[in-house]
């Protein structure tokens, strides 16, 4: 009975020890998951900056279904080799997010254990994870006559006088509607916020 109590306790320590190594696995992947997307969300950055002037291009990014711009993959080896783990396959998701899937598979395997051909079994597992804007676009308005006015008819025939005044030009493209706060893009000091702040990276269920 003795013997009997003691093989079910280590079959029971066995079982522990797959279970703690699958849960390094699935860090080990959230992790991957997370950096890799994080990654894809920082490189935005540049392309931000660049079309900061561009309505169409804003209202794609903060107001569409915007796909991701650059690969995040190399971060994700590197923050699965951290959590004990090799990357499998690193891929972007499909289905019209931004995001990606990551595979793992531990370095060590389980060691010493009662359970035949288990010492060197690794564990595998997976994450998905995306990036969510944190914000909306909302561009400058056109600016009509009030109801029932028609604007005057140009009564020259001739070129416009020297110091006739040029339409002003629109102070911003518009601005930037947050969780936090809102951020009016200013043409004279071209900046954007923490990318953290305009962009969420979380881990999704599929």
Known sequence: MVAGLLFLALAFFAVGQAGATHNEAQSAADAAALGAAQESRDRLRDDLLAGLLDPVFLDDVFNGEFPGADDGCAAAAHFAARNGADVGACR??????????VDVVTQDGMGDSIL??????????????????RCTFEPVADEEPPAGEEPLPDESDGPP?????EPEEPSSPGALRCDAEDWVIDLERLDLPDMADLFRV????D
Do not use: H, K, M, Q
């Not at 006088?161 to 005044?165: H, K, P, V």
């Open 92 to 101: 972007w998701i499909t289905d019209g997010r931004w995001g990606f899937t």
């Open 202 to 205: 979380r881990l999704a269920e």
């Open 161 to 165: 006088a020297d110091d006739a005044e």
């Open 116 to 133: 035949p051909g288990t010492e060197n079994a690794r564990a595998t597992a997976g994450a998905t994870a995306v990036v969510e804007s």
